[in-house]
């Protein structure tokens, strides 16, 4: 914990007021105390105290924006001053006890954006290093090595190379390619650096389903990081830094479209917030896998078997992609098409509960026990619908429901979207074949 003098404070105080919009300022004042934002959230719903009523939270940061920012507060009348202890409490409220899921502004009844609030919130604290330790790193390795888990170039080259011979086994074709670095690509496509690094395979299926449908396609040397936890720690300028590094390998190798693969917070920040950090429209599509797997199953440009898929499948909604990136239904028009049960949950797509594991949770070792109780809602979701496997389409909510299964005894398979299509491919003949 940095000293938390008077300069650090009112550093922290200047980036909050920076990060507040007018609608913002509205929202700190219009909360009406309902309760129902309670209910709505998964850490209350599983420990129902008052710190985890997000109103409780909204209203610790209002309190200190009353007192600086107003006539009254700078009176004495109103509000709390922002000390270490109001500080302190800011970041067990908006870091300790948020994923930033979002669904309490869905409920609420005045249609209060929290986490806009919150996330200026998280603002004020990095300006004032309050940021926690393994979060900022996080952001460090991305900066520094060009993805969040400091995979080498090389290390990464020869994991893509090994795969390429896995794949040119699985699907029989001595021509199947994973192509790197190839100019003038239509796709370019990114990856979570969790998969080369301990879900190979995930990868593999990615790459078999683009082979299925004959796609144009590449993977970057430099810049196939789809990560961005700038998006957690809300250091915008490191969060522009690093959507930098998509845009310098879409402009290195002339693609047409950046894919981004199955990630939620990948998706929002690429697809909705890197242009606003960067200040700049992108001249190239964002388009997320779900929807070209969509498409090519529509345009029939692949076939699937249903049958091999004979168990109950459900679907997890991460938050970054469904409730603020607005991509509900592709994910669903593939699974319909590729398992022979798709059960829905209760609820599900924009009002489905947080698995848990956004907004940083995973990247934050302190608050591990908080993430996986709030995590309870999500398992008794997963338990109620009976499924065999739970599809999520975000390596963030696969770790998160990785653990939720030990946890909570769920027995269930977690899988990705392109795990499920690549496993039902009607393979084509490979070439040459009569």
């Known amino acids: ?28 004042d219009a909360c009406v105390h309902c309760g129902l934002c309670a209910d709505s959230c998964h850490y209350y719903r599983m420990d129902p105290s008052l710190e985890n009523i997000p109103a409780r939270k909204l209203d610790l940061i209002a309190s200190a924006f009353r007192r600086h920012c107003t006539v009254l507060g700078r ?18 409220a908006v870091y300790g006890r948020c994923s930033l899921c979002g669904r309490c502004s869905l409920n609420c009844t005045v249609g209060i954006h929290l986490p806009r609030i919150f996330r200026a919130a998280r603002a004020a604290l990095a300006a004032m290093g309050m940021v926690p ?12 090595h060009g993805n969040n888990m400091a995979i080498t170039r090389e290390d ?14 699985e699907t029989g074709d001595p021509g199947a390619r994973i192509p790197m670095d190839r100019h003038g690509a239509k796709i370019l496509f990114t990856v979570n650096p969790r998969e080369p690094k301990f879900f190979p395979l995930s990868l593999q ?55 981004i693969g199955e990630c939620g917070h990948g998706y929002a920040s690429a697809r909705w917030e890197g242009p606003e950090w960067l200040g700049r429209t992108f001249p190239f599509q964002v388009r997320s896998i779900l929807e070209l797997m969509d498409e090519y199953l529509e345009q029939g440009r692949i076939q699937v078997d249903p049958a091999r898929h004979p168990h109950p499948v459900t679907l997890h909604d991460p938050c970054n992609l469904v409730r603020h990136g607005g991509l509900c239904e592709p994910q669903r028009r593939v699974l319909r098409r590729t398992v022979t049960e798709f059960r829905e949950m209760a609820p599900h797509g924009a009002g489905n509960f947080c698995c848990g594991g956004g907004g940083g949770q995973l990247a934050m070792g302190r608050y591990k026990e908080r993430r996986l109780q709030a995590g309870g809602m999500k398992a008794r979701q997963i338990q109620a619908t009976g499924a065999h496997t739970v599809v999520a389409p975000c390596h963030n909510c696969i770790d998160q429901l990785a653990e939720l ?19 039902a491919l009607i393979l084509p003949s490979p070439t040459g074949a009569p």
């Open 405 to 423: 299964n030990k946890e909570f005894k769920l027995k269930v398979q977690v899988r990705t979207v392109a795990e499920l299509v690549a496993d």
């Open 1 to 28: 914990m940095p000293e938390l003098d008077a300069p650090t404070l009112q550093r922290g105080l200047d980036a909050f007021r920076a990060r507040l919009g007018q609608a913002d300022l509205a929202y700190l």
């Open 133 to 144: 330790a393994d979060l900022q790193a996080t952001v460090d390795n991305s900066l520094r």
């Open 75 to 92: 009176l004495g009348l109103a509000g709390r001053e922002l000390d270490p202890e109001l500080a302190k409490a800011w970041l067990d």
């Open 156 to 169: 990464w080259v020869e994991t893509v190379q090994w795969l390429e011979e896995e794949l040119q086994a």
């Open 205 to 259: 299926a990615s790459a078999k389903v683009f082979w299925a449908a004959g796609e144009d396609w590449t993977l970057a040397s430099e810049g196939w990081d789809l990560t961005n936890y700038g998006l957690f720690n809300c250091k915008d300028a490191e969060a522009g830094a690093i959507t930098q590094h998509l845009v310098d390998a879409m402009a290195r190798l002339g693609c047409q479209t950046l894919v």
